[in-house]
């Protein structure tokens, strides 16, 4: 665990993937782990407003600002471009392709009981996986 003096709770840095950065000031690459978003910035009021609201732009903002990640390390984890999240955060565009949608909650692991089974059909599906299994069992 890591304290987070910032967000005022420990967390579990979790790493996706090795990305490739490059440093434009000297043009170096530098290695970069992608982390998934802390758990506790699921739990910021201003966080669980923007979800509650489906401001999807404004949750991926505020999810950076809190969670100490770049836009490039939400495209990497969740898939989408970061041109796409880009204009979803500037508010330039909505987010409202349900498939989209899905896979921006999936990217960030947001906790299936604030987005509801719906948005968050792979742990749907994983849950009632694990019960048929258990049923098939006995």
Known sequence: MVEDPDLGFDHAPVTTGL????????NRHQA???HSVPMGVWQLPDVRQALDN????????LIRQHGGIRQDDIAAITGLSRAFLSMRESGARK?????????LLDG????PELTGPMLRPSIHHQLRGSAS????RR
């Not at 987010?95 to 896979?103: E, G, P, S, V, Y």
């Open 54 to 61: 489906r401001e999807f732009g404004r949750m991926c903002q």
């Open 108 to 111: 960030l692991q947001a906790p």
């Open 133 to 136: 299994t258990a049923l098939s």
């Open 95 to 103: 987010l409202t392709n349900i498939d989209k949608i899905i896979q």
């Open 19 to 26: 990305l490739v950065a490059r440093d434009s000031r000297d």
């Open 32 to 34: 970069r782990t992608a």
